[in-house]
């Protein structure tokens, strides 16, 4: 059955609505092929450089799409505010898709998120609330906030709304290149690669898309093999702090029935990656972004059944470049 005509909280015909709605404010991030990580995998790699999207990632596209079609809906009554948690990119989407749309937004970030993504939702004028570093402090806190304040709860991940606009990624890729015969992304709660995979199957059937995961947090991983979701056992310890949390219950369907396969890959292979990427395609990116790098460059991937000769041209997405600096040079 075509990607299109399955029944899931979104279809094709979202996302390319989406897209229509996004595309003034966003950024078309370039494809950028890098030589070196080609050589080094035997493929040739495309980077979609979401790290260069505005506030550094690509959540822009789900948060700008989920607050411009609420205004939609509320248009007769008053949104005083918009509320989420995040690790913090999505909360600095959220940030400056509220302020673009002149509501308040409250974003619950844990603690231990890094200090340059809360200071940027500050700066996008956003309201920072703190919680423990675990899914249930998450959501607890935020349940308080919209007690406290009112206003609409935009999940990072889960929302269709939101799902639909990180879909447009996929519009932007094979329009920019359409021969790519695989895309690489990783996977928190699903939103970007529910969306991508959605959108990419719809446009090019035959394409390849795979999901990247830390074997510390690999929720998904777990799911595809076990046939059903699977949250991860505590919380993860990773420094891809933007995909400790697990899937959810929206993006699942497409995961499982759309998505080829995923990769899992350790800290140090993060790391690593991250650092490739600095010094061969002198881009900056977050430890998240590298977690795809990673996956391509694994033995792991070329073996996996389908990917052989056929799939040459594979673009792996940067989701975003909202790094700690300071915490990154400890590393090396």
């Given at each position: 059955m075509a990607a299109s005509s399955r029944a899931y909280?979104?279809?094709?015909?979202?996302?390319k609505a989406a897209y229509e709605v996004v595309r003034p404010h966003?950024?078309?991030?370039?494809?950028?092929?890098?030589?070196?990580?080609?050589?080094?995998?035997?493929?040739?790699?495309?980077?979609?450089?979401?790290?260069?999207?505005?506030?550094g990632s690509f959540k822009i596209r789900g948060a700008l799409n989920a607050?411009?079609?609420?205004?939609?809906?509320?248009?007769?009554?008053?949104?005083?505010?918009?509320i989420t948690h995040s690790s913090g990119n999505h909360g600095q989407a959220l940030a400056l898709a509220a302020n673009l749309c002149g509501v308040d937004s409250y974003i619950v970030m844990p603690e231990t998120a890094p200090l340059c993504k809360k200071e940027a939702v500050k700066g996008y004028g956003g309201n920072v609330v703190e919680c423990l570093n675990s899914e249930k402090s998450r959501e607890e806190v935020a349940n308080q906030v919209m007690k406290d304040k009112g206003g609409v709860f935009i999940h990072a991940s889960q929302n269709p709304r939101v799902i639909a606009g990180q879909g447009t990624i996929a519009i932007e890729i094979l329009a920019a290149n359409p021969d790519i015969?695989?895309?690489?992304?990783?996977?928190?709660?699903?939103?970007?690669?529910?969306?991508?995979?959605?959108a990419a199957?719809?446009?090019?059937?035959?394409?390849?898309?795979?999901?990247?995961?830390?074997?510390e947090a690999k929720s998904c991983y777990t799911s595809k093999k076990l046939g059903k979701r699977t949250g991860n056992p505590q919380t993860p310890v990773t420094v891809a702090d933007g995909v400790k949390v697990?899937?959810?219950?929206?993006?699942?369907?497409?995961?499982?029935?759309?998505?080829?396969?995923?990769?899992?890959?350790?800290?140090?292979?993060?790391?690593?990656?991250?650092?490739?990427?600095?010094?061969?395609a002198k881009l900056v990116i977050e430890p998240t972004s590298g977690v795809g790098i990673a996956a391509v460059m694994k033995k792991s991937f070329m073996d996996l059944h389908g990917n052989g000769e056929e799939v040459k041209n594979v673009a792996v997405v940067l989701c975003g470049g909202n790094c700690d600096l300071k915490n990154m040079l400890e590393w090396y």
């Open positions: 909280c979104i279809s094709y015909a979202d996302i966003v950024h078309m991030t370039p494809l950028m092929q890098c030589s070196s990580i080609s050589k080094l995998t035997g493929k040739n790699i495309f980077l979609k450089t979401e790290n260069l999207q505005r506030t607050v411009e079609r609420l205004k939609e809906d509320h248009s007769n009554s008053n949104t005083s505010c918009v015969d695989a895309i690489i992304a990783p996977v928190g709660g699903g939103g970007m690669i529910s969306g991508i995979v959605l199957k719809s446009i090019k059937p035959s394409i390849k898309v795979y999901g990247a995961e830390p074997e697990s899937i959810g219950e929206n993006t699942w369907p497409i995961i499982r029935d759309l998505l080829d396969d995923v990769i899992t890959v350790s800290e140090d292979e993060i790391k690593a990656a991250t650092k490739l990427v600095y010094e061969r």
